[in-house]
């Protein structure tokens, strides 16, 4: 589908309106930039990858939308020391005039889904987040680094429509 947009099979199965991808995991220096601010915490990274979302989120017309990155749990954000969703979406709006809220809360632990099936994945992240925040009748645009399955994003869009989203796409530096 064109700039992003979710074809109506799919749409049927999701609580997502779109997804908007800066470029592809498969390319060797993007899977490195992301692993190097997630794993080796090289948060200048961040500047980067930022610059790539704000012009994916710019040409996909989705600047009147409110930013929310996803949430880590409280467990791996004090062990990472950062959530690099919350880096991307702050690099965003240092670029565009746009607002970001972390209207999200993992409120479980759901571990590394890198070696998990699809339905796994799934079964992983439901009911893992938490609204807090106000995002009735408003277009949110979701920020991860990564989008695989897609069931991470699914599931806070789940969360967030369930609060009374009107719209939910998502915005990521790579999809694998």
Same mark, same amino acid.
């Not at 074809?7 to 995991?25: E, I, K, P, Q, Y």
């Not at 989120?57 to 690099?84: C, E, I, Y």
């Not at 965003?92 to 607002?99: I, N, P, Q």
């Not at 680094?145 to 989203?165: F, I, N, P, R």
């Given at each position: 589908?064109?700039?992003?947009?979710?074809?109506? +099979?799919?749409?049927?199965?999701?609580?997502?309106? !779109? &997804?908007?991808?800066?470029?592809?995991?498969?390319? !060797?220096?993007?899977?490195?930039? &992301?692993?190097?601010?997630?794993?080796? !915490?090289?948060?200048?990274?961040?500047?980067?990858?930022?610059?790539?979302?704000?012009? +994916?989120?710019?040409?996909?017309?989705?600047?009147?939308?409110?930013? *929310?990155?996803?949430?880590?749990?409280?467990?791996?954000?004090?062990?990472?020391?950062?959530?690099?969703?919350?880096?991307?979406?702050?690099? *965003?709006?240092?670029?565009?005039?746009? &607002? *970001?809220?972390? $209207?999200?809360?993992?409120?479980?632990? +759901?571990?590394?889904? +890198?070696?998990?099936?699809?339905?796994?994945?799934?079964?992983?992240?439901?009911?893992?987040?938490?609204?807090?925040?106000?995002? $009735?009748?408003?277009?949110?645009?979701?920020?991860?680094? &990564?989008?695989?399955?897609? $069931?991470?994003?699914?599931?806070?869009?789940?969360?967030?429509?369930? $609060?009374?989203?009107?719209? *939910?796409?998502?915005?990521?530096?790579?999809?694998?």
């Amino acid at each position: 589908m064109p700039r992003g947009r979710t074809c109506d +099979t799919c749409r049927r199965h999701t609580h997502l309106s !779109g &997804v908007a991808v800066a470029a592809h995991f498969e390319i !060797g220096p993007v899977r490195e930039l &992301v692993h190097e601010l997630k794993y080796s !915490g090289t948060i200048e990274l961040a500047k980067l990858m930022g610059a790539m979302l704000a012009h +994916t989120v710019a040409t996909n017309g989705l600047t009147d939308f409110m930013l *929310v990155p996803v949430p880590l749990h409280s467990g791996r954000l004090a062990g990472r020391g950062f959530n690099q969703a919350e880096l991307l979406a702050q690099q *965003v709006v240092e670029r565009l005039e746009m &607002v *970001v809220r972390s $209207a999200l809360a993992r409120v479980r632990p +759901t571990g590394s889904q +890198t070696k998990l099936t699809r339905l796994e994945r799934l079964k992983n992240v439901q009911e893992a987040f938490r609204c807090r925040g106000e995002v $009735a009748d408003k277009n949110i645009l979701l920020v991860d680094d &990564v989008m695989t399955t897609g $069931a991470t994003l699914e599931e806070c869009a789940v969360t967030l429509k369930k $609060a009374g989203a009107k719209r *939910v796409w998502a915005v990521v530096v790579a999809r694998g």
